[in-house]
Every structure is written in structure tokens, then in C-alpha cells.
């Protein structure tokens, strides 16, 4: 069955870092790009970042460029979004979501990864 | 980059039709036909309705329609069905800023 297969639930101190995994099911994980989402609780949606097929290609939100980096291992078909100097505004469930080149559409997601960052 | 402007609830009777505005500016759903709407019910992960301003993937129903007009683009629901109560994202490419979602819309049907 296709599908993206994201890591589980964190609770993370603030100022430490959480790394999400997105591991790709029953696909060719090299033709796609991995866009990477988040919402806060009871708010809307945030783009965060994206990364190309090939993994030489990334691009970030520009309040988030600072903190957050996405990589991708063909491996093992599995991208990962890392944000450091975790804050409680970071407290979100991140989705992760492929998207076929020059569609702009987020055509599959992940489960989602909720991140609690509380002292 | 801001997020694109969308109402906050629309709501219509079963049947109905509705139309959920989205409003951009000329560095985004102005600029590139590359605009995308989301449906998201509690506690579930967005699913994709519309993509490229107007094309509808695999599985949707057809009673969902979208297009554009400058910097605003709509998403229609005819029909409208007590399933279609979710909220509602539009989403546009931005160029080198990435992407950028809309505040959301929810859906009412009484």
C-alpha cells in the first residue's frame, strides 16, 4: 500500500531539537519532492520546508530558515525534518507530504507527528 | 510571506452551493497557476481537492470545482453534502518564499 509513514509522538524540552522521520511505502521515493507541514493547535496550517527528489535542492519558510533542516536518505526511503532551539510556539503536529514535481499538489501525507515542547 | 486570506466559516444547506474565496497577492496566487486546496476534518491529515488552480485528482468527487481571477482564487462545492463539513485550506506556490497556506476556512452545512 502506498503511503508515508511518519515517526511518533515527542515531548521535548525548550531549547533542545526534535528529528521527524517520513518513511516512503510502496513507491518510487526518489521521484517525488517531500514538503513538510505543521499546526499548531486549534490553528491553521504552516509550510515549513521542502526538499527535491534528489536531495540537493531544499527550501525553507523564511521564519523557520534559522531552525529547521530537511534531508532525505534513498536508502532507506525516508526524509527527515529536523528543528533545533525548540520553542513552545513549535508545539504542533508535523505532517510531512509528497508532492510530484511542478504540481504544486500534496498529493499524499503522513499520519502526522505531534511535538510537545513544555518544560 | 503572509498567509493568503480566506473567510473564517461558510455554510449552506444540503444541495446548496458554496464558494470559498482565496486571496493572494501578485507573488503568489497572482503570479503562478500553481494553487491547491486541502480538505482537513478533526484530528485527520489534509487531503488534496483541488491542484492547479482547476484540476481535480483521482477519487474526488466532481462536485468540487476551483478557479481564479487575478490574485483570488475560489474553490465551489455544489451539491453540498453533510460530509463536506471540514475545514477548508487553499495553498499557492510563491517562488522562492515556498509556499504559503490560506487561514483556513470552516464549513458549515446546517
Not at chain 1, 63 to 70: E, K
Not at chain 2, 90 to 103: E, H, L, Q
Amino acid at each position: 500500500q502506498v503511503q508515508l509513514v511518519q515517526s511518533g509522538a515527542e515531548v521535548k524540552k525548550p531549547g533542545a531539537s526534535v528529528k521527524v522521520s517520513c518513511k516512503a511505502i510502496g513507491y518510487t521515493f526518489s521521484t517525488y519532492y517531500v514538503q513538510w507541514v505543521r499546526q499548531a493547535p486549534g490553528q491553521g496550517l504552516e509550510w515549513m520546508a521542502v526538499i527535491s527528489p534528489s536531495g540537493d535542492r531544499t527550501k525553507y519558510a523564511q521564519n523557520l530558515r534559522d531552525r529547521v533542516t530537511v534531508t532525505r536518505d534513498t536508502a532507506t526511503n525516508t526524509a527527515y525534518m529536523e528543528v533545533s532551539s525548540l520553542r513552545s510556539e513549535d508545539t504542533a503536529v508535523y505532517f510531512c507530504a509528497r508532492e510530484p514535481p511542478g504540481s504544486g499538489s500534496f498529493e499524499m501525507w503522513g499520519q502526522g507527528t505531534a511535538v510537545t515542547v513544555s518544560s | 510571506q503572509s498567509a493568503l486570506t480566506q473567510p473564517a466559516s461558510v455554510s449552506g444547506s444540503p444541495g446548496q452551493s458554496i464558494t470559498i474565496s482565496c486571496t493572494g497577492t501578485s507573488s503568489d496566487v497572482g503570479h503562478y497557476n500553481l494553487v491547491s486546496w486541502y480538505q482537513q476534518h478533526p484530528g485527520k491529515a489534509p487531503k488534496v481537492m483541488i491542484y492547479e488552480g482547476s484540476k481535480r485528482p483521482s477519487g474526488v468527487s466532481n462536485r468540487f470545482s476551483g478557479s481564479k481571477s487575478g490574485s483570488t482564487a475560489s474553490l465551489t462545492i455544489s451539491g453540498l453534502q453533510a460530509e463536506d463539513e471540514a475545514e477548508y485550506y487553499c495553498c499557492a506556490y510563491a517562488g522562492d518564499s515556498g509556499y504559503v497556506f490560506g487561514t483556513g476556512t470552516k464549513v458549515i452545512v446546517l
